[in-house]
Structure formats: C-alpha cells, structure tokens
C-alpha cells in the first residue's frame, strides 16, 4: 500500500550531522505517526524517534538533544536530523509507523549511516 524511501545517508566524521528524509507515497500520510528507526550489525532494529500527526515526539534516550524528528505533510516526508554524530550512531536507518501503531507498513530499503574518523 504505502511505499517508503529512505535517503540523505552517508559517511560522516564524529560530530558532523546529517539530514535523513524518508518519503512516503500513498493515502493518507498526514494522520500517521511516524517513526524512524535504525539496525546496527549484529544488532536488534530499534526505533530512535517518533512523531505523531499532530507533532508530538519522543526519542530513544541516546539520542535526545542531538536528534530531532519532523515531516512535512505537504511533502508527504518525515526527517530526521542528526548532529552530534557518534560512531555508535553507524547503522541502517529506515522510517516506518511506530511499533506501537499495530502493522507496520512494509520497509524500504533504508539509508546507510556510517560514523568514522
């Protein structure tokens, strides 16, 4: 139903910042929350911001004060900007509902984060 494309990764150094944007075809994309999420090699998906249709946001605790999510409902887009970048911030991020949503819609393919000197 919906389709999901995630773009804006890339290498940084620790530090520097990025600018995710995951655009979202399909009906209906202002009533959604939305989420962002991220898997790490050997690691488990995990969810690192959401935000609901009417602005509200929340943030895995590692992440507070260097991320902040946001869309644009014109756009049918969700962002996620980045700054303070860590190495431990080196994954794939994809953006989908919330877990706490029900079904997710199906993933895309992501964009590769990767967090170095």
């Known amino acids: 139903q919906v389709q999901l494309v995630e773009s804006g990764g890339g290498s940084v150094q620790p530090g520097g910042s990025l600018r995710l944007s995951c655009a979202a075809s399909g009906t209906g994309f202002s009533i959604y929350s939305m989420a962002w999420y991220r898997q790490a090699p050997g690691k488990q998906r995990e969810m690192v911001a959401a935000i609901t249709s009417g602005g509200s946001t929340n943030y895995l605790d590692s992440v507070k004060g260097r991320f902040t999510i946001s869309r644009d409902n014109a756009k049918n887009t969700a962002y996620l900007r980045m700054n303070s970048l860590k190495s431990e911030d080196t994954a794939v991020y994809y953006c989908?509902?919330?877990?706490?949503?029900?079904?997710?819609?199906?993933w895309g393919q992501g964009t590769q984060v990767a967090v170095s000197s």
């Open positions: 989908n509902r919330p877990s706490q949503s029900g079904s997710l819609w199906h």
